[in-house]
């Protein structure tokens, strides 16, 4: 006789457990169906946390924002301004040399403050106003719209399904393959536009409408959707493809590129220009949101500033500028899953950045399906460690399969850029264990206290523990320090690693920074991070150093001497430069409360990373600071092989620093013939600063008779200055200070 159910106890226990286990899946599984919406808005909050806890790299974003903000509309009247006003706006930003320009808003009225209104108003009301010729141009929106003409303009609609009034017919075409994307895209009926002069002057024309998920978060943004007039893109792709100068969009299809079976219509990217961005089924982007932090914010007002100008161009030439508001009245804020208040352009934006750097999160077709085998497998195991192990080592499966489950959910998201749900496992996981380790707990006639115990230990993580019992390891913040602060890189690195492959490339990077973290570490530096070829290091933190200038000069010159030895032994040809400077920093754990590290900050460790980009354009491996090299004379009473450059007056800061070369150690110094370099170099600095410059040109010509090969391109450079001052004398305000035109 066959028995269906098992005779021991011990064995009707597991069996009653495991099928109350499985019952408990299924149901959850049910209600996880049953409630939905409930689960993806549960499912959203989990993803947003994600991005707060990771938020996309940040990067020195090809767009920028013009804002109409708080302090332009008191500087410049109530909005909307005149046509007029935004026409010059337009104007200034094109001759700025924006690669394209795009309103986050419409201008669907004509304007009302326009001169040849009030002229028509007045005619009505029997005034004889007589106009000279060209009274045409009293009208502002023929103003803007001629401006509009002159520039890479994108003009903004808003897509509804209230209007019947039909957008205007899309700029740009659209190539596809497989099923006609008008079949399954999102549809439009109506639009809130332009009025037709703007709109046929517009470069482009987009869609800035947002569709925020049920909690009204903008969590993805439509690139393209379906309208009565066809296809129409987003303002933001249609931006992109302004400013690459392309005609068209490419859509790809599930059915044309054998996704999903091939089978049915869905859209998988948008490909505009040269750069691609994937999509989820309806055509929309999912947003990973890094805030922007080096985007220039530039109040419309600044803008409009003609004394302003040369400060702002820098931010506007070559960049994507998006025109809109931040300013709480115009209603243009939104909720993100960064920010409860976001002005809406900064969505555009974003966009913009993360298709540009290729940085995107995806939520793949495929994921539903497997996040329904991880909740059915994980709960299957757990229901096995229930009923064959015990309550108390049941927790600790529990707490290791919740924990694979959140951490395959997140290294998903911070290495791939995948979504995977990790909601439903969980609560599959906590429901099954929720009922079979109380249910085993009462057929074993445990007591109820041995069942706090184990939820208690299940809802304590260790990581929380751990952290709880020291608070202040994650106090963000740091203190004023005085550093050296030394950055190094390798140069021609691009040129270099074009002619390399990977693996070579990542032979050659790492044998170059081994031996030059051998010589910091050495010299007793602090390594702040390596970026690519580049290495920061800083010197008197966290430990105080005696003499760290000095240190940090030795350990420039150390890995100068590494370098040659380096390409010696291998017969390569690498060259670096490195730059120093010594001043007060914020030194500390640095970050956010998520993820922080122990690194510094400030104006030195700015003007330190200009000094090292500095190197290339005066030809020499190593330069310091006038702060540098007086604290290490003042310390020893004696100098290294010190020889100035220049004054420089650096990118970002109004007053002028000198420049030293880093030569030789002191022996160099002691060297009689060095001593007589260095004064007849002096010597011809001073004729130099003094404007004499036929004196500073024969004192140049016997230096570089017998400059070694190493100051070769700086007395180049200083011919060459000289051969145009000669030709165009300076002014008497002339003080000998050079300015750099890059960073």
């Known amino acids: 006789m066959i028995r269906l159910w098992p005779s021991s106890p011990v064995g009707r226990r597991r069996a009653g457990v495991s099928l109350a286990g499985l019952a408990t899946l299924l149901l959850a599984l049910f209600a996880a169906t049953l409630f939905q919406p409930w689960r993806e808005r549960l499912t959203f909050q989990v993803f947003d946390a994600y991005q707060r806890l990771a938020p996309r790299a940040a990067t020195d974003p090809a767009v920028a924002v013009v804002d109409i903000d708080e302090a332009s509309i008191a500087a410049l009247g109530q909005w909307p301004w005149p046509r007029g006003t935004v026409?010059?706006?337009?104007?200034?930003?094109?001759?700025?040399?924006?690669?394209?320009?795009?309103?986050?808003?419409?201008?669907?009225?004509?304007?009302?403050?326009?001169?040849?209104?009030?002229?028509?108003?007045?005619?009505?009301?029997?005034?004889?106003?007589?106009?000279?010729?060209?009274?045409?141009?009293?009208?502002?929106?023929?103003?803007?719209?001629?401006?509009?003409?002159?520039?890479?303009?994108?003009?903004?609609?808003?897509?509804?399904?209230?209007?019947?009034?039909?957008?205007?017919?899309?700029?740009?075409?659209?190539?596809?393959?497989?099923?006609?994307?008008?079949?399954?895209?999102?549809?439009?009926?109506?639009?809130?536009?332009?009025?037709?002069?703007?709109?046929?002057?517009?470069?482009?024309?987009?869609?800035?409408?947002?569709?925020?998920?049920?909690?009204?978060?903008?969590?993805?943004?439509?690139?393209?959707?379906?309208?009565?007039?066809?296809?129409?893109?987003?303002?933001?792709?249609?931006?992109?493809?302004?400013?690459?100068?392309?005609?068209?969009?490419?859509?790809?299809?599930?059915?044309?590129?054998?996704?999903?079976g091939g089978s049915g219509g869905a859209m998988t990217a948008l490909k505009v220009g040269t750069l691609s961005a994937p999509t989820d089924a309806d055509g929309r982007l999912w947003l990973h949101f890094s805030g922007m932090p080096r985007m220039p914010v530039i109040p419309a007002a600044d803008v409009l500033d003609p004394t302003k100008a040369a400060v702002i161009e820098p931010e506007i030439s070559?960049?994507?500028?998006?025109?809109?508001?931040?300013?709480?009245?115009?209603?243009?804020?939104?909720?993100?899953?960064?920010?409860?208040?976001?002005?809406?352009?900064?969505?555009?934006?974003?966009?913009?950045?993360?298709?540009?750097?290729?940085?995107?999160?995806?939520?793949?077709?495929?994921?539903?399906?497997?996040?329904?085998?991880?909740?059915?497998?994980?709960?299957?195991?757990?229901?096995?460690?229930?009923?064959?192990?015990?309550?108390?080592?049941?927790?600790?499966?529990?707490?290791?399969?919740?924990?694979?489950?959140?951490?395959?959910?997140?290294?998903?998201?911070?290495?791939?850029?995948?979504?995977?749900?990790?909601?439903?496992?969980?609560?599959?996981?906590?429901?099954?264990?929720?009922?079979?380790?109380?249910?085993?707990?009462?057929?074993?006639?445990?007591?109820k206290l041995f069942v706090r115990s184990a939820f208690g230990r299940y809802l304590s993580p260790t990581l929380v523990d751990r952290l709880s019992d020291d608070p202040s390891a994650l106090r963000l913040g740091g203190e004023a320090r005085e550093l050296t602060v030394l950055f190094s890189d390798i140069r021609g690195f691009t040129t270099l690693s074009e002619r390399l492959d990977p693996t070579a490339l990542t032979a050659l990077l790492n044998g170059f920074l081994t031996p030059m973290t051998d010589v910091l570490l050495a010299h007793e530096a602090t390594i702040d991070k390596y970026i690519g070829d580049a290495i920061m290091a800083f010197w008197n933190a966290p430990l105080e150093i005696e003499g760290h200038e000095r240190k940090a000069c030795l350990a420039a010159l150390a890995m100068a001497e590494a370098v040659e030895r380096m390409n010696r032994e291998r017969g390569s040809e690498i060259r670096i430069g490195v730059g120093l400077h010594r001043g007060m920093a914020c030194v500390g754990n640095l970050g956010s409360i998520q993820r922080f590290s122990y690194s510094a900050i400030g104006d030195t460790v700015n003007l330190a990373s200009r000094v090292e980009g500095l190197t290339k354009q005066y030809g020499v491996s190593i330069a310091v600071t006038e702060a540098v090299r007086a604290a290490v004379s003042e310390a020893t009473g004696e100098d290294l092989a010190f020889l100035e450059l220049d004054r420089v007056r650096v990118v970002g800061r109004a007053a002028p620093v000198a420049l030293f070369a880093l030569l030789g150690d002191e022996n160099q110094a002691r060297q009689p013939a060095f001593y007589d370099w260095r004064l007849a170099h002096e010597a011809f600095l001073a004729a130099y600063r003094a404007g004499d410059f036929a004196t500073a040109t024969t004192r140049l010509a016997a230096l570089r008779t017998r400059a070694e090969p190493g100051l070769q391109g700086l007395y180049e450079q200083y011919h060459e200055r000289i051969t145009n001052l000669l030709a165009k004398p300076p002014g008497p305000d002339w003080d000998g200070v050079y300015t750099a035109k890059s960073k």
């Open 87 to 260: 026409a010059d706006l337009v104007d200034r930003l094109g001759g700025m040399g924006a690669a394209a320009i795009a309103f986050d808003m419409s201008f669907s009225e004509p304007d009302r403050t326009s001169l040849d209104q009030a002229v028509t108003r007045l005619r009505n009301m029997g005034a004889s106003i007589n106009l000279p010729d060209g009274g045409a141009a009293l009208n502002s929106d023929a103003a803007f719209a001629a401006a509009i003409a002159r520039n890479p303009v994108v003009l903004g609609v808003a897509l509804n399904n209230e209007t019947r009034t039909p957008p205007p017919k899309p700029r740009a075409g659209f190539a596809f393959g497989g099923s006609d994307p008008l079949s399954y895209l999102p549809h439009f009926t109506g639009s809130i536009g332009n009025i037709a002069p703007l709109t046929a002057a517009a470069t482009g024309i987009g869609s800035f409408s947002f569709v925020p998920s049920s909690d009204n978060i903008v969590r993805t943004m439509p690139l393209v959707v379906a309208t009565e007039e066809g296809l129409f893109p987003a303002l933001n792709v249609e931006a992109l493809r302004v400013a690459q100068g392309a005609s068209s969009f490419v859509l790809r299809s599930t059915d044309a590129s054998g996704e999903l």
């Open 318 to 447: 070559g960049r994507i500028v998006l025109i809109g508001t931040s300013a709480i009245g115009l209603r243009d804020i939104v909720a993100t899953p960064i920010s409860r208040s976001w002005p809406g352009v900064k969505v555009h934006a974003e966009v913009i950045d993360q298709i540009i750097n290729q940085s995107f999160l995806t939520r793949p077709d495929w994921a539903p399906g497997a996040e329904l085998t991880v909740a059915v497998l994980a709960s299957v195991v757990l229901i096995g460690i229930v009923a064959l192990l015990g309550p108390v080592l049941s927790s600790l499966g529990l707490g290791l399969l919740l924990a694979a489950v959140a951490g395959l959910s997140w290294i998903s998201f911070n290495r791939f850029g995948l979504l995977l749900d990790p909601v439903l496992p969980v609560l599959c996981l906590i429901a099954v264990f929720g009922l079979t380790a109380p249910l085993l707990i009462a057929l074993t006639n445990r007591e």
